[in-house]
């Protein structure tokens, strides 16, 4: 399979501003941008410090997948970003070794498509090509 590398950890949180405060001031780390995802129905902030980044996720609605993730396990490591460069190829090479992937998501630079727990003992794995 071709280059893989990890993108950024995705953590759901209860309050966005709070979070963004720890990651900045407390733990050394820098805003790159905050934005909000319609589709996802979330509020969110890139955080890096030093070579990681992290994906910092607020609800916008209850009933969204981070808001139904926070009522259930209140908050933390959401997801891994694993960036690839062919998501259609990730895709079938995962396909092909028995992984569940589910539908792909467009974004204005972006398509994702997750790979489901079930197949990889409970942890939520975003497969990520930047266009």
Known sequence: ?????LDHVGIAVKNLPEAIELFKDKLGGYCLYESVVESQKIKSARIAIGQAQF???EPASQDSVVGKFIASRGGGVHHLSLQVPDLDKAIEGYREKGLEVGKIISGENYRVAFLHPRSTLGILVELLERT
Request: glycine residues 0%; charged residues 50%.
């Open 55 to 57: 994906e910092l996720m």
């Open 1 to 5: 399979m071709d280059e893989i590398k």
